[in-house]
């Protein structure tokens, strides 16, 4: 009789794990939705993984020892697996472990300018002809970068001189001009690039050929508490 039990023991867990009852199958059945991004993540690579392997459930469940009930509820984010599982699912696929973790990060931001949607700001050379498109900047935190289209039209004898924090990118788009910063100066036609330090006192210093169109990239790496 002792024997009996202790073999009913033992297969007890092995129950809970391939009929998803167990547990942490009652777990990630009882947390709403939007707490299960990290069973949503691993559900989306190992379905991605499989279909691209073309492999079926049966197939996948011989390769990991893991049965076809437990399979595809791990593919609808169903049950929350254990990092055993995960290990042999990585392991069938011949990817490292974290590779299925892929996706779980929180959302990040992104901005998409349609063109011509851009909104146009004034700056200091507003007032002498110069256009400055804004093509996206994120905020907060994730400030790090401002990108604007800037179009010169008009000729004329004052440039203004530009000093920020940071380091900025030209992309000369169409037009000639000079363009100096600090003690040098730079030609610039369609094609050239000028990357230069912010810091550093910068503007155009002759327009050669009208319109003038470059893209002005700004990146200002880690901004301190106050400019956030």
């Known amino acids: 009789m002792p024997s009996m039990g202790g073999s009913r023991e033992k297969a007890a867990p092995h129950r ?23 069973e949503r993540a691993i559900a989306n690579e190992v379905r991605r993984l499989r279909l691209s392997s073309r492999l079926t459930l049966a197939d996948l469940a011989v390769r990991t020892g893991v049965s076809k009930a437990m399979l595809s509820k791990i593919e609808n984010a169903s049950i929350s697996c254990s990092l055993t599982t995960v290990a042999r699912l990585a392991d069938a696929f011949e990817v490292p472990v974290t590779a299925l973790f892929r996706g779980a990060d929180t959302a990040r931001e ?78 610039m036609s369609p094609g050239d690039a000028l990357q230069l330090d912010g810091e550093g006192v910068h503007g155009p210093e002759r327009l050669v050929r009208l319109p003038i169109k470059f893209l002005s990239v700004v990146a200002y790496g880690e901004l301190p508490p106050d400019q956030v």
């Not at 935190?141 to 920020?164: D, G």
Request: no cysteine.
């Open 16 to 38: 809970e794990q391939t009929t998803g009852h167990g547990p942490a199958a009652r777990e990630i059945e009882e947390r709403p939705p939007e707490e299960r991004r990290l």
């Open 110 to 187: 992104a901005v998409y300018t349609p063109a011509g949607a851009g909104a146009r700001i004034v700056q200091r050379g507003t007032r002498v002809g110069h256009d400055y498109t804004l093509l996206g900047a994120l905020r907060g935190s994730h400030k790090r970068m401002e990108a604007h289209l800037v179009t010169l039209t008009e000729v004329s004898e004052e440039f203004p001189l530009f000093q920020h924090p940071g380091t900025e990118l030209l992309y000369m788009l169409e037009g000639e001009m000079v363009y100096g910063h600090g003690d040098s100066s730079y030609p």
